[in-house]
């Protein structure tokens, strides 16, 4: 074996940069490796999507679990795709929510998970999209005409 004084020194730094960039690649993608984080995929079906956006959290309990992998139209649907850790257990009655997370209008997809069995999408019927300031608005008018303001 030879001594490391008498080894090629362009060899040495070509090995020692390719080891600085593997590490830097494998920091920089720290979240996305199989073996370190392991997260289960469900999908969720919207009549509209309110401004989620793919990268949003994903909450259970107001947790963070996950995040929002897409948002695509199904159709007359929204499909909103997410990933959450995998020690979360959803049953087959689990139920979604798009929440308002700040004053600036950040959304947020919230899941309650229901149910024994397995899910593998949260159906229309059991999901509500956010609600937004027309809607606010609306049921300002509902119940100001409601009211009986004859004395």
Known sequence: MKPFAERNKFVIGALGIVAILAIVAVGL????????HSENHYSAYFSEAGGLKTGAAVQVAGYRVGEVTSVDLDGTQVRVEFAINDDIRLGERSEAN??????LGSKVLEIT???DGHLSSIPLDRTKPPYQ????LGDLSATISDLNTNG
């Open 113 to 115: 998970p229901r149910g």
């Open 98 to 103: 798009i929440r308002t997370k700040s004053l």
């Open 133 to 136: 300031l027309p809607d606010a």
């Open 29 to 36: 993608q720290w979240n996305k490796l199989p073996f370190v």
